[in-house]
Each structure stands twice: as C-alpha cells, then as structure tokens.
C-alpha cells in the first residue's frame, strides 16, 4: 500500500549549520511531494514541493531532492537558524484524489 | 496561497457530547479536508469535504462520528460526535486547488474528560 516514512525522528545541528531531512515513500507511481513544517501549537505550514518529473527545487534559504529510483526525497536547510527549530513531514499526493498521506515526522532542534 | 481559520482553538468537553469545529479560507478553493493529529504524530486524513454533496471518509472514520457539511467553497465544519477521551486530539483544517498544494489552519485542539 502507500506509505511514507522518515529515517531518523530527531535531528539535533548546530546553528549555522545545514540540515538534511530525509524521506522515503514506498509507492512507485507517486507524482508529487510536499514538505510541511510544523511548529509547537500551530498547523502545518507549507515548505516546498516537487514533482515527480523534477530531480530537484530551490527556495529560500531549503532545496529538495528527489531521487525517483530510490524513492528518496530529502528537504535541505540552509545556515540553519534557532526558528526553523520544528517537526518537519514530507507528505505525498495519493494515487486517487487530492488528499495526501503524511510521513511520521522529523523533529528539527537548532542549538546555538 | 490561503489563508484558513478555525474555531475554535481548543476546547474541553464532557465524554458524549458533541463539538463542531468551523473552518473558513480567505478564498475559494477546489479541495478542503479534515485531518487528525495525535499528540507528537502524524496526521491521519479524516474525510475529503466534498461541496454541496456528501463528504468521503477514510477508512475508520463514519459519518455519525464525524459528520461534515460544506455549503460553499469557502466553509466547512466537522462535528465530533458522542465524544470520548479517545477523541481527544488535534483536528485539522486543509484546503487547497486541484493543483495540489494544500494549507492548513491552526488546529483545534480537543480534550474529552
């Protein structure tokens, strides 16, 4: 069935430093990706996306990678700051319909 | 991107009854969906609420629990029904276009005693 998951559950990088979340999905025929950040109390908010039929996507300051024959996907932070301190999930579109399956969560601490 | 709000925030219920949590966007948009987030997990897709017709619930998740309306492309409300304390988490508001990209509202964050 589909699934998505995250290789480690907590990430604890200097500030400063780049971070790297990692994500793995199971279903060959997903298309598009999503990056969510979650801080204490609030609701997801929106990072970045990726499509199947790109390798990789810039923002400001986060790049995503997707690596279709590993089913790989990663968010990359840049000179990590105290405020990207956070829960991170990758999420996927479903096959059918616009909902989308969330993987379990990386908890992101930037120590100073 | 949208902007979406709900009400309200949290609250603390008595088992067996029931609360409704509003959710409005800034805009019209195509796709709205209520999620569930326990405590320090993911979130769990609920429904797909559907525009002047029957929500779609997941697989775990029926109507009498959870029933849903949403008149119009902007509003939407869940009602958590004939509560117990293993209700209690956060519920989430979603909306987005066909495009994929969804927003979320703050949550609502449930306690059932």
């Known amino acids: 069935g589909e699934s998505v998951g995250l290789h480690l559950p907590t990430l604890s990088v200097q500030e400063g430093d780049n971070s790297i979340i990692n994500c793995a999905y199971s279903?060959?025929?997903?298309?598009?990706f999503i990056w969510y950040k979650q801080e204490s109390g609030k609701g997801p908010q929106f990072i970045i996306d990726?499509?199947?039929?790109?390798d990789k996507r810039q923002g400001q300051r986060v790049t995503v990678l997707l690596n279709k024959t590993v089913k790989h996907l990663s968010l990359q932070i840049a000179a990590t700051q105290p405020g990207d301190s956070a829960v991170y999930f990758c999420?996927?579109?479903?096959?059918?319909?616009?909902?989308?399956?969330f993987g379990k969560g990386t908890s992101l601490l930037v120590t100073p | 991107s949208a902007v979406i709000s709900q009400k309200p925030s949290r609250d603390i219920c008595q088992r067996g009854t029931s609360l409704t949590i509003q959710c409005q966007v800034d805009?019209?948009?195509?796709?709205m969906f209520w999620y569930r987030q326990q405590p320090g997990q993911s979130l769990t897709l609920i429904a797909t609420?559907?525009?002047?017709?029957?929500?779609?619930?997941e697989s775990g998740f029926v109507i009498d629990k959870f029933p849903i309306s949403r008149p119009n492309l902007t509003f939407s409300t869940l009602t958590v029904s004939n509560m117990s304390p293993e209700d209690s988490s956060i519920y989430l508001c979603?909306?987005?276009?066909?495009?994929?990209?969804?927003?979320f509202g703050p949550g609502t964050r449930l306690t059932v005693t």
């Open positions: 990726i499509r199947s039929n790109m």
């Open positions: 999420a996927e579109k479903r096959n059918s319909g616009y909902a989308l399956n």
């Open positions: 979603s909306g987005g276009q066909e495009t994929y990209e969804q927003y």
């Open positions: 609420a559907n525009q002047g017709s029957e929500a779609t619930y």
């Open positions: 805009s019209q948009v195509t796709m």
């Open positions: 279903n060959s025929a997903s298309d598009y």
